[in-house]
DNA sequence: CATACTAACGCAACTCAGTTGCAATAGTCA
DNA sequence: TGACTATTGCAACTGAGTTGCGTTAGTATG
């Protein structure tokens, strides 16, 4: 089994579908958070590489594999403020994101220390209990900056 | 001119109808973000105190209202990661938000110290330039944690 | 390999927040 | 008291995401 995903899964007694493949793998090998019609374009021309011809997934299909997957844990949700659900890997290291308003690429980043010093601050003087925090930084990358004439 | 916004407004050369003196006063006096819907409810029951009776407001004109506001700098939005469009007065101190997954209750808190070091080192490390960032936690208050029997 | 069970799929119709075009209305200023 | 035009309301639309339901295709079993 070629994807850490896909094996997951059949571990948990869900079908090895071609969609499902397809998905998976995209979103394995996404370098940023993807939305769902991020994965409806590009699939058939990814599975073109099987012995798949022009396999077509309906986008209802990728809307519910998304969802099966936020709730195996197996993606994360990611929120850039635009009304669009974007997906990425649940098994990386806890992330934050560099967003370019100029050309929407997106770059990791790391945080944490200060953050969770904070929370634990906000837990004391507010007696909520803060289960989850959401980051994103946006800004010009050095493309956007310094176009090239 | 009993309120803020509708006096810079005025200032700028915007006429003072009254879907404009509702909507600003929902605003002004708000305790947290509020979305469209939050303003399409209570506007004519707000505005019954005046000699207007049933004052209906159509939603386009809420929507209109919002932006333009937004775009005056008067209000700011506020995203909550769920697909709607909240805004509050622009006027206060810069905050962050803490949101009760339960009961939905919004608590402002603020953090800034820690993010300021953390952009810089941020746009160092990555060339980017940081314009903004938007941060908000999410839990559970003491009132959704400790329900009373 | 055959077949039966049902997870997964595709389609069409729908929801919901927000947007747009355009004609009607109402502030404001002279 | 107009006239000018900013502002409004309506209806139709958009685009992301959801739902109901009949069909298809993995998988397990014999």
Do not use: W
Not at 46 to 52: A, F
Not at 104 to 117: F, I, N
Request: aromatic fraction near 6%; proline fraction near 3%; hydrophobic fraction near 40%.
């Amino acid at each position: 089994m070629q994807n850490k995903i896909l094996q997951t899964l059949k571990e948990r007694g869900y079908r090895m579908t071609k969609a499902r493949q397809g998905i998976a793998g995209i979103l394995s090998e996404a370098g940023a958070p993807l939305a769902a019609a991020d994965i409806l374009g590009p699939l058939d021309s990814r599975l073109r590489g099987d012995d798949i011809k022009k396999l077509r997934v309906n986008k209802t299909t990728v809307y519910r594999e998304l969802e099966m997957l936020r709730a195996e844990n197996l993606i994360l949700e990611v929120d850039f403020g635009d009304a669009i659900k974007r997906y990425e890997l649940a098994d990386s290291k806890h992330h934050h994101h560099l967003i370019c308003v100029g050309c929407t690429r997106v770059q990791d980043v790391e945080v944490d220390a200060p953050l969770a010093a904070t929370e634990r601050r906000l837990e004391r003087q507010t007696s909520f209990k803060i289960e989850r925090h959401a980051l994103e930084f946006f800004g010009l990358c050095a493309q956007c900056r310094f176009p090239r004439r």
